[in-house]
């Protein structure tokens, strides 16, 4: 076979698991992207030519590091830390940084992936990247903390700049990472500029970057509903996750009328059949966010809710699941279970939270599916703001931010709905999702030639 000549889908995806050998998420995030593509290409030569799939699932770069750091009895550690820095065609690398011990090349590079087509559905001038460290801030004190962070940046700050590379937070990086990092990257630098997103309010960061993953995804939710003449009012939702993400889309959700029956956490889940509300979605910021404490002590606090050991929340009957934890939280007996109890929405807060099984499970019973890469693009999009308010050195107002947030997700949803409707009626997000986020990157590449 001549170079050029086309491979299919298998072949494709053989030659992926070769290049890169174990990398099981990485290998499982492509596939769900190769099968729209794929099919969307079929009688599109340029896009076979040019081997523009092919160069998007290779990075442009993996930068993988050591970070040296001393805990609080002196003894020296040492951690593996990361940057991919996936595809720039539309913008500057862009995408969080997640400090997890289950961080590994494979993870970054699926995360990595994903976020170059999901940057593109914003409609904003940003490109893909994502990077982290198998580093575990559970139990660390704020100086072991301060400590790591200053080690990661000081060899991450070569690799970004505002016009290169903008990191952000993703799981176990919040604003006390990203506080700790600037303030490294302006030590060694001496450039007061906007080369991380989720800054603090009052040095750089924007309004509404706290909220915005959270509450675009129920705006996302909101949007497949209308679709099917339904609304968040009334309905029974389960919400995994009680980080950033989870909190924010329970807030949402609560807010619009849903009743928010579960959260979770690594250590399992909480039931409170009486639905959250304000108060006790504050309390769970305080108690996760700033106390770094366990889910289980919310049934000490609130009497009539239980917790679920070692359990997802995915048993509870609800009419919308929001998985805003990690990747595969929702496997395929799961699926089948939320379906079988009536489950009428699934919207993606977490990055990859579906496994692909269980994602066949829900479009074979006529689910709406928000994937993540439209439904929890509302945070990068604000992110994106972020950077506009900081090359411009301005902040703009809270209800502006909302404004823009809402109508981003809103074309995020139409942009998807351009490829989603299927022969039956069925509206297949996934899909629409994948082919219009490939076609901007695709297009861009296509005119910068073969670089
Ligand atoms: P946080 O660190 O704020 O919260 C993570 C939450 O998920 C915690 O409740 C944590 O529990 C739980 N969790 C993490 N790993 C596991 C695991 N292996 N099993 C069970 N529970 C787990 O992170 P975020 O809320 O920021 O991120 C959550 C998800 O949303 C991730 O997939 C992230 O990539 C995605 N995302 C985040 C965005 C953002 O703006 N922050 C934007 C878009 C997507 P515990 O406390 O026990 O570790
Ligand atoms: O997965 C994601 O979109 C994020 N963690 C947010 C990235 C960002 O740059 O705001």
Redesign the pocket.
């Known amino acids: 076979m001549a170079v050029n000549d086309h491979v299919n889908l298998q072949q494709f995806m053989e030659g992926v698991k070769r290049r890169n050998p174990g990398e099981i998420e990485f290998h499982q995030a492509v596939y769900e992207v190769a099968v729209d593509i794929f099919d969307f290409i079929q009688d599109k030569e340029q896009y076979h030519e040019a081997q523009i799939l092919r160069r998007i699932a290779e990075p442009d770069r993996v930068v993988s590091f050591r970070v040296c750091w001393e805990d609080d009895d002196n003894n020296v550690r040492v951690q593996r830390g990361y940057r991919v820095q996936n595809n720039n065609a539309l913008g500057p690398y862009k995408g ?1 940084l ?1 400090f ?1 011990k ?1 961080v590994n090349q494979s993870v970054l590079k699926f ?1 990595a992936f994903e976020q170059t087509f999901k940057n593109s559905l914003t409609g904003l001038s940003l490109g893909g990247g994502k990077g982290g460290s198998d580093f575990n801030p ?1 139990g660390k004190s704020d100086s072991e903390v301060m400590r790591f962070c200053q080690s990661f940046m000081t060899e991450l700050y070569r690799h970004v700049g505002e016009d290169t590379d903008v990191p ?5 990086v ?1 604003p006390r990472e990203i506080g700790y990092m600037f303030g490294q990257y302006k030590r060694i630098t001496n450039r007061y500029v906007g080369v991380l997103t ?1 800054k603090g309010l009052e040095w750089g960061g924007s309004r509404v970057r706290t909220e ?2 959270g509450y675009g995804a129920v705006y996302f939710l909101e949007d497949m509903l209308r679709q099917i003449k339904r609304e968040i009012e009334g309905l029974t939702i389960t919400v ?7 909190t924010h889309a329970a807030e949402k959700a609560v807010a619009m009328g849903g009743k928010v029956v579960t959260l ?4 399992g889940y909480i039931h409170d059949p009486d639905g959250l509300n304000q108060e006790k979605i504050d309390w769970v910021k305080q108690h ?1 966010g700033y106390r770094r404490g ?2 289980e002590d919310y049934v000490k606090e609130f009497k009539n809710a239980s917790f679920h050991a070692d359990k997802t929340p995915w048993e509870v009957p609800c009419e919308v699941a929001l998985p ?4 595969n ?1 929702v496997n395929e007996d799961d699926a089948r279970t939320l379906v079988n109890n009536g489950l009428i929405a699934l919207a993606e ?3 990859m ?1 579906t496994t692909n099984d269980a994602v066949s499970v829900l479009r074979e019973a006529k689910v709406l599916f928000g994937p ?1 890469k439209a439904a ?1 693009a509302g ?2 999009a604000v992110s994106g703001l972020e950077m506009s308010q900081n090359s411009a050195r301005l902040s703009w107002e809270e209800d502006q931010l909302h404004e823009l947030l809402r109508k981003i997700m809103r074309d995020i949803h139409s942009s998807c709905q351009r490829y989603a409707e299927q022969p039956d009626g069925y509206i297949d997000y996934a899909r629409g999702a994948n082919i219009a986020g490939f076609k901007k990157v695709a297009d861009a590449m296509l005119a910068f030639g073969v670089v």
Not at 240 to 246: F, H, P, Q, T
Not at 264 to 267: F, K, L, Q, T, Y
Not at 324 to 327: D, E, F, L, N, V
């Open positions: 969080g997640r997890h289950t995360l559970k952000a937070g993703d799981i176990g919040g989720g915005a993953t995994s996750g009680s980080g950033n993400v989870a979770s956490d690594s250590g996760k366990r889910i805003c934890a990690t990747q939280e807060g977490a990055n939270p993540a929890n945070g990068v």
